[in-house]
Nanobody, 123 residues
Framework: QVQLVESGGGSAQAGGSLRLSCAAS????????MGWYRQAPGKQRELVADILKDGRTNYADSVKGRFTISRDNAKNTVSLQMNSLKPEDSAVYYC?????????????????WGQGTQVTVSS
């Protein structure tokens, strides 16, 4: 069974830092896009940042210059370093990945989500 397991998160004061990590496990052929999303109470889930296999990144305007996404293709992990945190960054953060698995002679891409981890930033 292929799954994403998140770690990190927790509480921080405004201006502080937190780091999220996510590891994909199971019988994985490769991983395409990996990213982080967040959902605050009463709001829709939104993209925070994503990173392609070749390292190209994309960030939400609200986190540019403060958050850094990175991945380790050998370890099938993706991380999100969050600096200069603001109260509005408080949300449940979800890891997402396009995981390619082999099924006989065919390859299939699975859109997988982590279980979510709470980030709370106090002012």
């Amino acid at each position: 069974q292929v799954q994403l397991v998140e770690s990190g998160g927790g509480s921080a004061q405004a201006g502080g830092s937190l780091r999220l990590s996510c590891a994909a496990s199971g019988s994985i052929f490769s991983i395409n896009d990996m990213g982080w999303y967040r959902q605050a109470p009463g709001k829709q889930r939104e993209l925070v940042a994503d990173i392609l296999k070749d390292g190209r990144t994309n960030y939400a305007d609200s986190v540019k210059g403060r958050f850094t996404i990175s991945r380790d293709n050998a370890k099938n992990t993706v991380s999100l370093q969050m600096n200069s945190l603001k109260p509005e960054d408080s949300a449940v953060y979800y890891c997402n990945a396009g995981v390619v698995v082999r099924n006989g002679d065919q390859l299939h891409e699975l859109d997988l989500w982590g279980q979510g981890t709470q980030v709370t930033v106090s002012s």
